[in-house]
T-cell receptor, first 109, second 115 residues
């Protein structure tokens, strides 16, 4: 079956660095997305990886290892506004997105 | 207005009511999606439309009926719902379907409560 695993909840301190992991099993693979969703709001796109390696975009970076079925989202210099849920989603061979349940990130002062 | 809009934002309905959710995208996209989001569960894809044609229906109960009159508008018609249908219903759009790199743009969702 198709499956995405990510931690349910994480806590980090303002100004610190946090890494949110995601493992996936899909029928075929056409890339991996990370989305951010603040409470009561729409998910918004953060990153897309299809090749192995690290993609950096400001304070956020996303890493992919296709051979390991593994990705992570790295958030640096954490700010209170980064408190949100982070959704991992892999694209299967039919270009359908398979979603994880999301990781709720709590930032403490 | 820009992006993806949804109305209403909140809806409370009885099990015998009929209501409709509306979604409109102002991005010129060709694909539109309905998702169900329940607490602590992955997003569940319900329906996909590409160029106004339904391309996926993921075993959704017939009490949910989608309609896509044009590429900018998407409706979800609801009738005789069950309490377990209470959830956040999200609409999304993307440039096209069939290319993995096109991110989806989401609306703010309709919080549905079935009593």
């Amino acid at each position: 079956g198709q499956n995405i695993d990510q931690p349910t909840e994480m806590t980090a301190t303002e100004g610190a660095i946090v890494q949110i992991n995601c493992t996936y099993q899909t029928s075929g693979f056409n890339g991996l997305f990370w989305y951010q969703q603040h409470a009561g709001e729409a998910p918004t796109f953060l990153s897309y990886n299809v090749l192995d390696g690290l993609e950096e975009k400001g304070r956020f970076s996303s890493f992919l290892s296709r051979s390991k079925g593994y990705s992570y989202l790295l958030l640096k210099e954490l700010q209170m506004k980064d408190s949100a849920s982070y959704l991992c989603a892999a694209t299967d061979s039919n270009y359908q997105l398979i979603w994880g349940a999301g990781t709720k990130l709590i930032i403490k002062p | 207005e820009t992006g993806v809009t949804q109305t209403p934002r909140h809806l409370v309905m009885g099990m015998t009511n009929k209501k409709s959710l509306k979604c409109e995208q102002h991005l010129g996209h060709n694909a539109m999606y309905w998702y169900k989001q329940s607490a602590k569960k992955p997003l569940e894809l319900m329906f996909v439309y590409s160029l106004e044609e339904r391309v996926e229906n993921n075993s959704v109960p017939s009490r949910f009926s989608p309609e896509c009159p044009n590429s900018s508008h998407l409706f979800l018609h609801l009738h005789t719902l069950q309490p377990e249908d209470s959830a956040l219903y999200l609409c999304a759009s993307s440039q096209d379907r069939g290319s993995a790199s096109y991110e989806q743009y989401f609306g703010p969702g309709t919080r549905l409560t079935v009593t």
